[in-house]
């Protein structure tokens, strides 16, 4: 036995630091064969190990997000006085976020984006698939104005606009709440608009097989006329493979349309291969009813995405109406 004055190193026989704190871990809680229960506290870690990275690694993109936000901030700070002589006081920052997040995107999932020619100069509204979370639009966003100098507006889901912090980030690039006099307007000033139909009702509780979950919205399709534009398809080949979420458990979905706030649990964050197509545009038609239109661009959004759920050798396939 060890005294209460001497060291765990005292005698012919050195002690381990391990066994000396298990032996006083002992002594203090007056539990007998104590190691037996931290040998199996031991175990048990390593064993839920796994799950608990996989539940932690979606953060990556929150810390993403925040540390956007505080690069913002310092720009904002550094370049106060430069604004009332800059044409384009945030452009730096804009081309500084896209450097950021394409290197994560690069790294992290090797991502790809493929038939960019096929977004038009002009304006044009991008329907897209909306994944459990919305990494792979915005590593879209940050290749086009690399690589293209392009810019491109989306449209967020409310909440999104309540988020602490997120004010500076959603100003800077021009997120829409998505009422479709905003869109609507801004399309006929020349810009690239990105929307969802889904939402967030999709990302949440589609599933492996990309199910569209659209229901009776055709606000996109109707601002798509008003403003005289072509609709874009755009997917990304396995988004949902890298996170997944509980949504198939039906006491989230209600309390999701209860509270309409998504406190799905989300887990994954795996580094898997996403590459996003662009399919070719569906030219503006004057006698088409926003009904009609709806109804074409979802079937050929399922037809594109049965397509790229399954394995594509031929990175450079070519998608047609």
């Known amino acids: ?57 979606p953060g990556v993109l929150i810390i993403l ?23 384009d006081f945030w452009g730096g920052a804009k081309q500084m976020l896209a450097t950021l997040w394409d290197g994560h995107g690069r790294i992290w999932h090797g991502y790809e984006l493929h038939g960019a020619e096929n977004i038009p100069e ?19 966003m940050a290749r086009l104005l ?4 392009r810019y491109c507006h ?67 399709a109707q601002v798509a006329i008003d403003a005289k534009v072509p609709i874009i398809p755009m997917f990304t080949q396995n988004v949902r493979e890298g996170v997944r979420t509980l949504g198939g458990i039906k006491i989230f979905r209600s309390l999701y349309e209860r509270i309409r706030l998504p406190l799905v649990p989300v887990y994954g ?3 898997v291969k996403l590459r996003t197509f662009i399919g070719e545009p569906i030219p503006y038609e004057p006698n088409i009813t926003a009904e009609e239109l709806t109804a074409k661009v979802r079937q050929i959004c399922i037809y594109i995405f049965k397509i790229l759920t399954v394995v594509i050798e031929n990175t450079g396939i070519l998608l047609s109406r």
């Open 146 to 149: 690399i690589q293209k100098k």
């Open 154 to 220: 989306i449209v967020a889901d409310h909440f999104v606009f309540r988020l602490p912090g997120f004010k500076i980030l959603l100003d800077v690039h021009g997120v829409m709440h998505g009422p479709k006099e905003e869109c609507v307007s801004a399309l006929k000033k020349g810009c690239l608009i990105a929307i969802a139909p889904g939402g967030v009702r999709e990302a949440l509780f589609s599933d492996e097989m990309y199910t569209i979950i659209w229901g009776n919205r055709k606000g996109f």
């Open 65 to 87: 997000f925040y540390t956007s936000i505080l690069l913002l901030h310092i720009y904002k700070r550094k370049n106060e006085l430069k604004e009332a002589y800059s044409n």
């Open 1 to 57: 036995m060890i005294g209460g004055n001497e060291s765990c190193t005292a005698g012919p026989i050195p002690m381990s630091y391990l066994t000396c704190l298990t032996y006083i871990l002992g002594e203090w809680t007056g539990v007998e064969h104590i190691e037996d229960y931290l040998s199996y506290a031991v175990y048990l870690s390593w064993v839920l190990f796994p799950l608990a990275v996989v539940l932690l690694l």
């Open 269 to 271: 964050g795996f580094p």
């Open 122 to 140: 002009g304006p044009g509204l991008i329907v897209f698939y909306h994944g459990a979370t919305p990494a792979d639009c915005i590593y879209f």
